[in-house]
Every structure is written in structure tokens, then in C-alpha cells.
Nanobody, 127 residues
Framework: QVQLVESGGGLVQAGGSLRLSCAAS????????MGWFRKAPGKEREFVAA????????YYTDSVKGRFTISRDNAKNTMYLQMNSLKPEDTAVYYC????????????????????WGQGTQVTVSS
């Protein structure tokens, strides 16, 4: 069965860095666009970043541009999110997601485009 497992979350002070990982199994990883979402208490799940199958195309929500970097290693079936200059407003549960791409080097930014989701990893940024 398909599994997406996030890791790397934790507690960090404002201005610090974390690197999240998402390990995928049970799917042909290179056929899926991948994305990161986050959900803070009392708020809707929010798109953070996405990456196409070849890594040729990436996209970030405005609030994380210049601070976060999404990447993937198809040989390892793993996606990453490097988070630098973290702010308290980045505090949330971070989820990885996989969206099937039949053709084209696409990425997706909407929840409904993703087929599989991980269980999430907590990121807490203190001030």
C-alpha cells in the first residue's frame, strides 16, 4: 500500500532551520508531483510548496519564498523541505502529499489534486 512518512519536525527558535523529509513507498515516485502543506491550530490546511517529477518546476506560497526550498531525490523516493529563517507563524503540522501526473512536468497547489497524504510532522517555532 502507499505510504508517505514525514520526519524532521521539532522545536526551533525563530531564525533557526529545520529540514523535513517525506519518504514514499508503494508508488512509482517519479510519476507523482509532490507537495508540502501545513495546518496551524484553528486554520485551514495551507499550501506551502510543490515540485514536479523531474524537479524542473517548483512553486512556493508567498510567505515562504526565499526561506524554504523544496527538493526531491527520485532514486531514494524522498522529498525534502529545507526551512531557513523560521518564524513563529511557521508553526504548524506539516504534511507531505503526492499527486499523480499522467503526462507533463506538472506541480499542483490545491488539496484536491493530491491523491495521498502523510500523517504530518509538528514544527514549532518559538520567539
Amino acid at each position: 500500500q502507499v505510504q508517505l512518512v514525514e520526519s524532521g519536525g521539532g522545536l526551533v527558535q525563530a531564525g533557526g532551520s529545520l529540514r523535513l523529509s517525506c519518504a514514499a513507498s508503494g508508488l512509482t515516485f517519479s510519476r507523482y508531483a509532490m507537495g508540502w502543506f501545513r495546518k496551524a491550530p484553528g486554520k485551514e490546511r495551507e499550501f506551502v510548496a510543490a515540485i514536479s517529477w523531474s524537479s524542473a518546476a517548483t512553486y512556493y506560497t508567498d510567505s515562504v519564498k526565499g526561506r524554504f526550498t523544496i527538493s526531491r531525490d527520485n532514486a531514494k523516493n524522498t522529498m525534502y523541505l529545507q526551512m531557513n529563517s523560521l518564524k513563529p507563524e511557521d508553526t504548524a503540522v506539516y504534511y507531505c502529499a503526492a499527486g499523480f501526473t499522467a503526462s507533463g512536468d506538472y506541480y499542483f497547489t490545491s488539496n484536491e489534486r493530491y491523491d495521498y497524504w502523510g500523517q504530518g510532522t509538528q514544527v514549532t517555532v518559538s520567539s
